[in-house]
């Protein structure tokens, strides 16, 4: 994970990136995020089916326990659930192939982004990540996915 990190690192315009999408098949994935200095997660999938799970249906973050759709308030992972409050988009590097103009990967954020960030509808994930561990510091003790 933490080759992959320096990667996007790499690649990337913004300077920290603690997100990432994936590896639930793989046990412990929590700890070994954590460990690598990732605290957010997208897209929780339970593990022994690989499908979400109704209890994790909602438009709050959480924080996921090991493996299970059960709401940890000690986790050190944030989940951010798609749906209303999140999406994502994801452009494999990899699979971008051919002699083609490839613009469209510049004009996309440019013409369908640029207008949120000035609207102030948008956030990184860490940045929405912030905004949830200030609102559950206002909250002790509520599951995020209940409500207040």
């Not at 070994?32 to 999938?45: E, I, Q």
């Not at 509808?121 to 609102?135: D, I, L």
């Amino acid at each position: 994970m933490s080759e992959e990190i320096e990667l996007v690192r790499r690649a990337s315009v913004v300077a920290e990136n603690r997100h990432w999408s994936g590896g639930d098949l793989y046990d412990g994935i929590l700890e070994a995020a954590s460990c690598a200095g990732l605290s957010v997660c997208t897209n929780w999938k339970d593990p022994r089916v690989q499908a979400g799970d109704i209890a994790v249906l909602g438009v709050r973050p959480w924080r996921p326990a090991s493996g299970l759709a059960r709401h940890d308030p000690d986790g050190a992972i944030v989940d951010l659930p798609l749906g209303l409050n999140v999406f994502h988009f994801t452009i494999h590097p990899a699979e971008v192939r051919g002699d083609g103009d490839f613009a469209i990967l510049d004009e996309f954020p440019t013409r369908a982004l640029d207008p949120a960030v000035a609207a102030g509808r948008w956030a990184t994930f860490s940045q929405m990540a912030e905004a949830f561990v200030e609102w559950e510091a206002g909250h002790p003790g509520l599951d995020p996915r209940r409500g207040p």
